[in-house]
């Protein structure tokens, strides 16, 4: 099955400095990764997603690269507020579809 | 509001116990997942589903079951709880293949 790892685990940046979240992943077929951001106690929810027919993807201070040949793919936030420190997760789409495999999460702390 | 929901929010049991965990959703999505999630680390796929009367096993899912009768509902159920059984149990839903999850607020299940 995939199998997708995540790095760092831990992250603090200073506010307004730039954090960048890496992730791979073994599967060849997978297609779609999302970005989950998941707040103390409360559910993961989606920031950010790329196809893999797409390099990069951008939404305002977020965005997102895939390298597919190397098969990894990157979060990428800039001017990093106070409201963005959460754990964020990346994932992968499995054959048969639709299974989604997370990496193992990293703690992004924002100082203010 | 179209949304994921998850009851109990917080369940306190004895072991040996059989329990069953809710979820619905009224997005009217086919797919559906659980997840256990020990706090801030990695989510691990319990079992999922594509459809009515379909259910397929993840990587975590011994000693639980689930059922799918209804497109809107698909509870997890325990047949006997263990103290390895305290988590938290997030379930989630996608309409289609490149879809992102939808997740619920979780059940917290603590095993005394």
């Known amino acids: 099955g995939e199998n997708v790892e995540q790095h760092p685990s831990t992250l603090s940046v200073q506010e307004g400095d730039s954090a960048v979240i890496k992730c791979t992943y073994s599967d060849s077929a997978s297609n779609y990764f999302p970005w989950y951001k998941q707040e103390l106690g409360k559910r993961p929810q989606l920031i950010i997603d790329i196809r893999s027919n797409v390099g990069e993807k951008k939404d305002q201070r977020i965005a997102v690269t895939l390298n597919k040949t190397a098969k990894h793919f990157s979060l990428h936030i800039t001017e990093t507020q106070p409201e963005d420190s959460a754990v964020y997760f990346c994932a992968a789409d499995a054959y048969p579809g639709n299974q989604f495999y997370f990496g193992t999460g990293t703690s992004l702390t924002v100082i203010p | 509001e179209a949304d994921i929901y998850q009851t109990p929010r917080y369940l306190v049991i004895g072991t040996g116990k059989k329990i069953t965990l809710e979820c619905s959703q009224t997005?009217?999505?086919?797919?559906m997942y659980w997840y256990q999630q020990d706090p801030g680390m990695e989510l691990h796929l319990i079992h999922y589903?594509?459809?009515?009367?379909?259910?397929e096993k993840g990587d975590l899912s011994s000693e639980s079951t689930v059922s799918r009768i209804r497109t809107e509902h698909f509870p997890l159920t325990l047949e006997s709880a263990r103290p390895s059984h305290t988590s938290q149990y997030l379930c989630a839903s996608s309409e289609t293949a490149y879809s992102p999850l939808h997740f619920g607020n979780g059940t917290r299940l603590t095993v005394t």
């Open positions: 589903s594509y459809g009515v009367n379909s259910t």
């Open positions: 997005m009217g999505h086919d797919k």
